[in-house]
Each structure stands twice: as C-alpha cells, then as structure tokens.
C-alpha cells in the first residue's frame, strides 16, 4: 500500500458495506493506520470474513432499519468510548428504465443509499457534538451528477446524498465535524462484470485512461477524514481519474 500519510491511532472508524469492494479497501486502510475499525454490511459470513482478515470488527446490519443503525453506533461506542469518523458507502443496484422500475426496486436503492447515509448520520451526530469532533464521508456518484440510462433510481439517491452532504455540513460545522463526499471511480466487481467492449468504451472516457484500484479511493477518503483536511466541509471530492471534466 505504500507509506502511510496519515495516524489514525486512538480513533474508531465506521464504515457501511464494508465487506467488499471499496468499503473494504477503505477499512484496510484506516486499520493500517492505527484506527479501530468497524465494518457493517447486510452479508453476514462476508463481512464477517473481511474484518477477519483486516483485523477490523463486523457488524451485520441492515442501513434501511433505524433500530438496527442505531444499535451499530451504541454498540462502537460502548466498546471504544467514541465514534471519530463515518463512511457511509453502503448501496446496492436494482437498475432499469424508468417506466420499468417498480416501487420496490425505486424504494430499495433509496432506503439503502439516501437512507442509510441519513440514518448514520443522525445516529453519530450526538457522539460528534459530545467530543466537539467527527468526520463524515459519504460515498456519491458520478451518475448523481450527471445521470445514467436505467438508473433514475441510483441517480435519484446519489444526488440526494450530496444535497444531504451540503446541508449536514452546514449544521454540523458548530460542532467541530465535517461532512465531505467522494464520487469514486474504481474497479470493483460490478466493472469487472461489463463486456469486454463496453469496458474498453467506459475505459476510453477516463482522461487518466484506468479505473482506479480500491486503495486510492481509500486514501482520498483517509484525507478527508484527517486532521489536516480540517477546514474542508462540503465539499464533493471526484476521485475518477478526470471522468467528470
């Protein structure tokens, strides 16, 4: 991974859909870096695997039931006393034109993306103004911005999630916390599932010309969580090798 630019000794890291992909990459990161880490996804034996060989926690849950949220950060809390940074990068897919899109395939993604980042969110604050500290990323998306045929639904939540990001860093920065986003850019099992030629189409729009590894949206995340990111709040940080020019 290289050398490591930032200290996270001391502090405990939240992540959502932590099992695979770039939520894992993200607690490798921050676990190589000192932090304690906590990874929450819905799969069980997955995440469950993934904290085992990262050395992080898991925590099975599901980010649209507010019981369940709730008794994930109550839980980090009372094992380490704190709660110092929140990476809510859970999401899921259920993709198809819009005249095609049932109300459970429209719900699922929004319960999942917008709100299981809302649910997160509202369960830390109260940790975040007791230590006058906090960090929160929140893992946006290129298609929120510019959209995507047959992802209304995705599109819909990912805009949202950066609305949220800007409001929420209004109403936190009194407290010390900052609420960033990052629209990554990455390989991951859904890019590694296109068709050879669809690959090398989406790969050919990429000015850098790659899609990035994991690691490096882990370390933009680890930025904004930081000490030295302390004056950036609201910001919606593309990580995507220029696709977004």
Not at 30 to 39: D, H, N, Q, T
Not at 46 to 69: K, M, N, P, R, Y
Not at 85 to 102: E, M, Q, T
Request: no cysteine; hydrophobic share 45%; net charge neutral.
């Amino acid at each position: 991974m290289g050398n490591l630019s930032f200290d996270f000794s001391g502090r405990t890291v939240l992540v959502t859909g932590g099992a695979r992909g770039v939520g894992r990459a993200i607690g490798e990161h921050f676990r190589a870096a000192g932090a304690a880490v906590y990874l929450v996804d819905v799969e069980p034996e997955v995440v469950t695997a993934t904290a085992g060989e990262i050395g992080a926690v898991a925590l099975a849950a599901d980010v649209s039931d507010s019981a369940q949220v709730d008794a994930v950060v109550a839980r980090v809390v009372a094992e380490t006393g704190r709660i110092d940074v929140l990476v809510n990068n859970a999401g899921i897919l259920r993709d198809g034109v819009v005249w095609k899109l049932s109300d459970s395939d429209y719900e699922a993604v929004m319960a999942v993306h917008a709100g299981g980042t809302f649910r997160f969110t509202r369960a830390a604050v109260p940790h975040f103004r007791r230590q006058h500290r906090g960090r929160i990323i929140n893992v946006t998306s290129y298609t929120g911005l510019r959209g995507n045929p047959g992802q209304s639904n995705y599109a819909m939540a990912k805009a949202g999630i950066i609305g949220f990001t800007k409001t929420t860093a209004k109403e936190l920065a009194r407290f010390g916390t900052t609420v960033n986003a990052i629209s990554p850019n990455a390989r991951t099992r859904m890019i590694d599932s296109v068709p050879p030629g669809k690959l090398a189409e989406l790969t050919a729009a990429i000015p850098m010309g790659r899609f990035a590894d994991t690691s490096e949206m882990a370390a933009a995340v680890a930025f904004l969580a930081s000490d030295e990111a302390s004056y950036i709040t609201g910001a919606v940080l593309a990580v995507d090798g220029g696709l977004s020019l």
